[in-house]
């Protein structure tokens, strides 16, 4: 093999790395990110019950740190798909962002049942995902 082809092929490769392995989400990645969201509902629920506004406003912080950070699982999905899974998955993790900044403003304004309220639509909007990822 010539020197320059032999650049080429090591310049591909790095970028097959770069592209495919070392910044792609996996599924032991969404797999982490969902246990910590499982923790951070959990921690919310414990704020509403004790009425803490410490572990309200911990789980919500959690909650957001990791809600922003998930993809879809895609393979084998065309490019439409794969489109379609990612807006979606970004949409709702949004849509958790913001219930979850809204039950700790309520909260906060002594409103606890419209807060508890902002809560339950996190925990439909979890739903929501896994009734439909199914299909994806
Ligand atoms: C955009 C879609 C989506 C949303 C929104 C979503 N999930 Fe998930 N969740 C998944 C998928 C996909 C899996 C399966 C994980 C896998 O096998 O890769 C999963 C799995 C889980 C698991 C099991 C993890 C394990 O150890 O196997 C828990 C717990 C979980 N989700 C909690 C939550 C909570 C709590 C919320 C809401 C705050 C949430 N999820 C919102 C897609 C979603």
């Known amino acids: 093999m010539k020197k320059h082809s032999k650049q080429l092929l090591a310049f591909a490769l790095f970028g097959t790395l770069i592209g495919t392995n070392i910044f792609a989400y996996s599924d032991e990645d969404r797999i982490k990110d969902m246990q910590q969201m499982e923790k951070a509902v959990q921690q919310m629920q414990k704020g509403f019950l004790y009425n803490n506004i410490k572990d309200i ?17 895609v393979k084998n ?41 902002s809560f339950t639509k996190v925990l439909k909007q979890c739903m929501t995902c896994h009734a439909r990822i199914r299909k994806w």
């Open 77 to 117: 999905a065309d490019e439409f798909s794969k489109n379609y899974a990612y807006q979606t998955t970004k949409r709702e993790a949004k849509k958790i962002i913001s219930l979850a900044n809204e039950s700790v403003k309520e909260f906060k304004e002594h409103r606890p049942k419209q807060a508890m309220n």
């Open 57 to 73: 406003e911990d789980g919500a912080t959690l909650l957001k740190k990791h809600t922003s950070k998930i993809e879809p699982p």
